[in-house]
């Protein structure tokens, strides 16, 4: 929006100003801007201005193959990388009619969680840091280093991994693996005690989010609001449980829920999430089942190397797999996982090609951002800070 | 897929005028409505105690270039406490509008405007219906499928010295 957009802007209010928030402001989280009719220093109307980060990635998608748009999805919401793998690869596997064999699914499992965790620490760490406990994100970001560590080590990248394949995953868990995995389940729970420590009692932290950006399970659910803010609102719901994916029925967890459906349950609600995805992360790593890691489909799925070196038909199938993708049949589907940030779903029409005739991606920090004028009209300018914090987004997501 | 069934004869029963074409793919439930039923549709959908889609997942549009109507506006509708699915769908030509469905569910309001800005599809009574992802003076819709790529020319050392010239 340009500035003569702006000014279009109706104000609603008479001695009213007009500010802008962003779109660089330090706690917009990137590049969102917020477009705030001040009354004194209390919020009449809020209105969010996105799309600044916009790369065209739903049209980018259109033009690849199958196989090269999980690079994409990488780059979307690009702290929770692997959970927006999933959810592209889910959707084409159910379009395809195929299923990742037990092991892959278990370490999907194990995965997510983590990239949960990760995407969790990097909200408590800079949404602290937003309302002036400085300290948090060095802590948060030293666990991160953690589990990035980790992810480079499956797939020689930090954070655009692109791990999980087709039918499975890129290749199986490298050496060292489990150890690692232990490492982080054995000494996390404690590294979240500290930081409750920190936060969870301090005065000048309940000051700044109890009863702050309050919004009700009815209207949550109107906007389409997903994820932990929809449950710090007492909505019991959890794709996880309700449509399990990947095998997640076979794991034991709790949906941790809120009640006041304020900054400081979304706080609770996400740092029980971590505890939470450190259980099934223990649960999956002791049951690690033998086997492949990448389902064998004939025309889907890359021949395995020592084949491709020996065998000429291998070679061909691998060549024409690289170069012309796969044709899945013509179809609709809709897959939708539980993302760390809300419903994270894919929406994949294929015209019998081998590229997908339409690609769409439901982002949940679109739909929860489009909650933030109900959250902070009425409200102070200093509160605006703490809801946008607490409604974790992401731009590279929003905007695609 | 009892629940879908069920959903669908609950459907065909209340507004069977509305339903234009039914189909199940991988176990999903797509229902194409006529446009002019769409909010009524939705409204009953959300309202029925037995269906009570009241979380609406994602609304799209789908470009069918060469067919007729042209677009598909697709709604991804959740029920919570029914833990069920429904995909609808409505055809949509160049020159047509469709009801906006803001006053079913609020959460379309955004998702609207996406579709508006990447198709160019017109949804009528929706309260803010401008572009928002797309500069405000961004000509096309770039999720047409006749909106190319990428836009303007390339630069190589043999047009370098001329202005970029844009399709």
Known sequence: MNTEAAAKIQKVGKNTVLINMGPQHPSTHGVLRVILELDGETVVKATPDIGFLHTGIEKTMENKTYAQVIPLTDRMDYVANLSNNLAYLLAVEKLLDIQAPPKAQVIRVLLTELTRINSHLVWVGSHAMDLGAQSMIMYAFREREKLLDLFELCSGQRMMTSYFRIGGLAQDIPEGFEAKVREIAETFPDRFDDYERLLTKNRIWLNRTVGVGKISTEDAIDLGVSGPILRASGMKWDIRKSNPYSGYEKFDFDIPTGENGDVYDRYLVRVEEMRQSIRIVKQALDGIPAGDYVARVPGVVLPPKEEVMSNIEALIFQFKLVVEGFTPPVGEVYHSIEGPKGEIGYYIVSDGSNKPYRVRVRPPCFANLSALPKMVEGRLLADVVAVIGSIDIVLGEIDR | ?167
């Open chain 2, 1 to 167: 897929m009892e629940s879908e069934n069920s959903i669908l004869a609950r459907l065909k029963n209340k507004i069977p005028q509305s339903v234009v074409e039914v189909s199940e793919f991988r176990g999903e439930l797509t229902v194409v409505v006529k446009r002019e039923h769409i909010v009524p549709v939705c409204a009953f959908l959300r309202d029925d105690p037995e269906l009570s889609f009241d979380f609406l997942s994602d609304l799209t549009a789908v470009d069918r270039l060469g067919r007729k109507p042209r677009f598909d506006v697709v709604y991804h509708s959740y029920s919570i406490s029914r833990n069920h699915r429904i995909r609808l769908k409505v055809g949509v030509d160049e020159d047509q509008s469709v009801e906006s469905v803001t006053s079913v569910w609020s959460g379309a309001n955004w998702f609207e405007r996406e579709v508006f800005d990447m198709f160019g599809i017109n949804f009528e009574n929706h309260p803010d219906l401008k572009r928002i992802l797309m500069p405000d003076d961004w000509e096309g819709h770039p999720l047409r499928k006749d909106f190319p790529l990428t836009r303007e020319e390339v630069m190589f050392t043999h047009n370098k010295n001329r202005p970029p010239k844009i399709e």
